[in-house]
Nanobody
Framework: QVQLVESGGGLVQAGGSLRLSCAAS????????MAWFRQPPGKEREFVAS????????NYADSVKGRFTISRDNAKNTVYLQVNSLNPEDTAVYYC????????????????WGQGTQVTVSS
């Protein structure tokens, strides 16, 4: 098991940026495939980005590609999501998640979750 603690959300104006962090406890962190999901108000949870064990392979939703960057530092047991060029449609609760094995775009395949952090983008 791994425990995830998420931070970095907040209120930002359109065009602004944030860096979301997810600190993990547990010695097996480096064995987990990590991802970020988000849930906009009144909508279903959706895939945002994922990163492999080694950090050398990443995937992004089309809606965020070119604006968001996922990264991880296994030595620090931390995964990041840099969110740039934000617009009001990016407003959501952002969650980090982990799973064993390969990656997935489906949220129900991830067994470990952070508490979520609110990102609100004003126009």
């Amino acid at each position: 098991q791994v425990q995830l603690v998420e931070s970095g959300g907040g209120l930002v104006q359109a065009g602004g940026s944030l860096r979301l962090s997810c600190a993990a406890s547990g010695r097996t962190f480096s064995s987990y495939y990590m991802a970020w999901f988000r849930q906009p108000p009144g909508k279903e949870r959706e895939f945002v980005a994922s990163i492999s064990w080694s950090g050398d392979s990443t995937n992004y939703a089309d809606s965020v590609k070119g604006r968001f960057t996922i990264s991880r530092d296994n030595a620090k047991n931390t995964v990041y999501l840099q969110v740039n060029s934000l617009n009001p449609e990016d407003t959501a609760v952002y969650y980090c998640a982990g799973k064993m094995g390969g990656g997935s775009y489906s949220y129900n395949r991830y067994a470990y979750w952070g508490q979520g952090t609110q990102v609100t983008v004003s126009s």
